[in-house]
């Protein structure tokens, strides 16, 4: 008996291979596309698009509510990306220049401001942004002439342009031509396009004329259109200080705290004026929060030893200005530019309380930097030294 397995045919059946060319047509055009597609996001750079990066209203926008951070870092990304973006270079110039004011550790930027206009100055050395913001970063590093020749130069360029004009009084005013700048600086502010430079500008030329209510007056209009400038808060207290409004100052400090509550350099000028008003316990309040704050910073040591001193609390003062005397030579300030202050109260101190050794110790580093550096001011004992510290 012969048994047959059969399957059913259906198990085997298959349906035709064969469909014709066009299936084909259509997956090779996909993937066409797919690699088109893949192209452009390889090649893609990493980050926001270009058009984002050479927008410079978040820069602005963030000038205008004084973050100065955001805004170096905003037009400072622009200008690498684009060196023909002058209006991106007179923002960061602007923007550093100004938060060099804002505390103790970032006068630096100032330099900063010079060195990038110096290299945008070598680029493009007849366009008159860029010699208007070299000549600004010249003014504020005290080179007054040079910035001078760079303002009048961008004028020769673009007669209207107020900032540079705006420069050129600064820069009479900075080698004593007080008419001549307050001319000048009366001229940029008829313009409206850079009026909060132009109002500051303009409050330093009446500051020089002597004309302090008229100075405090416009800087405080320069505060109506930037309420979040620093700098502005701390010239209207110079200002103010200048007519006897101490209480004026005191705010104005107070209000650069609301703007920046870790601010280290408003506490030291809150030092200043409760020391200068007699307000000892709020002086060295101010002065002590300075030191823990910033206690590399020479001039808080200064300022806090000066207020022990007039307190009659010598220890303490000797203490605090040797640390003053200390930073200084460790950081290599330069002879010309120390606060001798430190070294002479130093000694004061040292012999009131007849520290010989403190006193003999202080008056040779004296003698020494003498000795380097045609110092001013004077401090000789006689040949035998000091009272009752005679030298051995």
């Given at each position: 008996m012969r048994i047959q397995r059969r399957r059913p045919s259906y198990i085997y059946q298959r349906r035709p291979t064969h469909t014709g060319c066009m299936p084909w047509v259509l997956l090779l055009g996909v993937l066409a596309g797919v690699a088109f597609l893949a192209r452009d996001w390889i090649t893609a750079p990493i980050g926001p698009p270009t058009a984002i990066k050479t927008d410079l209203s978040a820069a602005q926008a963030a000038f205008d509510r004084g973050?100065?951070?955001?805004?170096?870092?905003?037009?400072?990304?622009?200008?690498?990306?684009?060196?023909?973006?002058?209006?991106?270079?007179?923002?960061?110039?602007?923007?550093?220049?100004?938060?060099?004011?804002?505390?103790?550790?970032?006068?630096?930027d100032r330099e900063t401001a010079l060195r990038i206009t110096t290299a945008a100055l070598r680029a493009h050395p007849n366009q008159p942004d860029v010699l208007t913001a070299h000549a600004f970063a010249l003014q504020v590093n005290g080179r007054p002439i040079d910035s001078y020749r760079y303002a009048d130069r961008a004028l020769l360029f673009a007669p209207d342009h107020a900032f540079a004009r705006m420069v050129l009084g600064l820069s009479y005013g900075g080698v004593g031509s007080y008419d001549n700048a307050l001319r000048e600086i009366q001229q940029a502010t008829q313009q409206t396009f850079w009026q909060v430079d132009s109002l500051r500008a303009l409050a330093i030329s009446y500051s020089d004329l002597g004309r302090y209510t008229d100075a405090?007056?416009?800087?405080?209009?320069?505060?109506?259109?930037?309420?979040?400038?620093?700098?502005?808060?701390?010239?209207?207290?110079?200002?103010?200080?200048?007519?006897?409004?101490?209480?004026?100052?005191?705010?104005?400090?107070?209000?650069?705290?609301?703007?920046?509550?870790?601010?280290?350099?408003?506490?030291?000028?809150?030092?200043?004026?409760?020391?200068?008003?007699?307000?000892?316990?709020?002086?060295?309040?101010?002065?002590?929060?300075?030191?823990?704050?910033?206690?590399?910073?020479?001039?808080?040591?200064?300022?806090?030893?000066?207020?022990?001193?007039l307190q009659g609390r010598y220890e303490e003062a000797q203490s605090a200005l040797h640390q003053c005397s200390t930073l200084q030579a460790l950081q290599n300030v330069p002879i010309l530019e120390r606060r001798f202050e430190c070294w002479y109260l130093q000694g004061q101190s040292a012999e009131i309380r007849g520290d010989c050794v403190g006193l003999w110790e202080t008056y040779n580093e004296f003698r020494a930097m003498a000795a380097e550096a045609a110092i001013p001011q004077t401090w000789v004992y006689p040949p035998e030294g000091p009272p009752g510290c005679p030298n051995e």
């Open positions: 973050d100065l951070d955001h805004a170096i870092r905003e037009a400072r990304l622009i200008w690498e990306l684009d060196n023909t973006r002058f209006d991106a270079l007179l923002l960061l110039a602007r923007s550093l220049i100004y938060r060099s004011y804002s505390d103790y550790d970032t006068e630096i405090k007056a416009t800087v405080e209009q320069a505060i109506t259109l930037h309420p979040r400038l620093p700098v502005l808060y701390y010239e209207r207290a110079l200002y103010a200080l200048q007519i006897g409004d101490s209480s004026a100052a005191f705010e104005a400090y107070f209000e650069v705290l609301g703007i920046d509550p870790d601010n280290v350099k408003a506490r030291l000028r809150l030092c200043e004026v409760s020391s200068m008003v007699r307000d000892r316990d709020s002086a060295l309040l101010y002065c002590s929060e300075v030191t823990t704050r910033a206690p590399t910073w020479a001039d808080g040591w200064h300022r806090l030893g000066r207020e022990y001193f």
